[in-house]
């Protein structure tokens, strides 16, 4: 079957990185998101990978491996505002969505 | 874990054509569900509100007449798109909160391809 694997919950302190994992299986696959969604809001486009490698936008970066089926968000320079879930999105061959759980992250000062 | 399904996942319709999409939660109950619009690589944007039993609530520039949400039981909701057009062509995702579940969690739905033609 098809599955995300990514953590419950995680604590991290302001200032500080963290690095959120996620594991897939997929049947085929077409890119792997991140999405940052804020309680009570429609979650957040943050990254895109399909490609096995680093991408590294601002605070965030996304790392991909594909032969692994893993991939991680990597948080740097903690806000308080970063405290939210973080959904990790694969894509399979037949472009549809594989949703995890996400991972709520909660920032302390 | 909650389950929510789409059917159908992908639907190729000629231009003018109505189409329909389903969003079920398989093991749960959900009094609201979210319908989203994704477009490439882009944050998903949410249509609208769906809540059980009562009107749905459209977001700001999304056309009522021309997206019918139904959400007739607890587990099924229905987004129509009437008269498609080459521009509705996207991506569609619904998801459902757990009635049963603590605050806002969200269970999403695997997504709808539609392509007009």
């Known amino acids: 079957g098809q599955n995300i694997d990514q953590p419950t919950e995680m604590t991290a302190t302001e200032g500080a990185i963290v690095q959120i994992n996620c594991t897939y299986q997929?049947?085929?696959?077409?890119?792997l998101f991140w999405y940052q969604q804020h309680a009570g809001e429609a979650p957040t486009f943050l990254s895109y990978n399909v490609l096995d490698g680093l991408e590294e936008k601002g605070r965030f970066s996304s790392f991909l491996s594909r032969s692994k089926g893993y991939s991680y968000l990597l948080l740097k320079e903690l806000q308080m505002k970063d405290s939210a879930s973080y959904l990790c999105?694969?894509?399979?061959?037949?472009?549809?969505?594989?949703w995890g759980a996400g991972t709520k992250l909660i920032i302390k000062p | 874990g909650a389950v929510v399904s789409q059917h159908p996942s992908r639907v190729i319709c000629k231009s003018g054509t109505s189409v329909k999409i389903e969003c079920r939660s398989l093991?749960?109950?959900?009094?609201?569900m979210f319908w989203y619009r994704q477009f490439p690589k882009q944050s998903l944007m949410l249509m609208a509100t769906?809540?059980?039993?009562?009107?749905?609530?459209?977001e700001q520039g999304v056309e009522k007449d021309k997206f019918l949400i139904n959400h007739a039981s607890l587990t099924l909701s229905t987004l129509t798109v009437t008269s498609a057009h080459p521009e509705d062509s996207s991506f569609y995702i619904c998801s459902a909160r757990d009635l049963q579940g603590a605050g806002e969690t969200q269970y999403f739905g695997p997504g709808t391809r539609l392509l007009v033609l």
């Open positions: 093991d749960f109950q959900a009094t609201t």
């Open positions: 999105v694969a894509m399979d061959s037949n472009y549809q969505l594989i």
């Open positions: 769906s809540n059980e039993g009562s009107k749905a609530t459209y």
């Open positions: 997929t049947s085929g696959f077409n890119g």
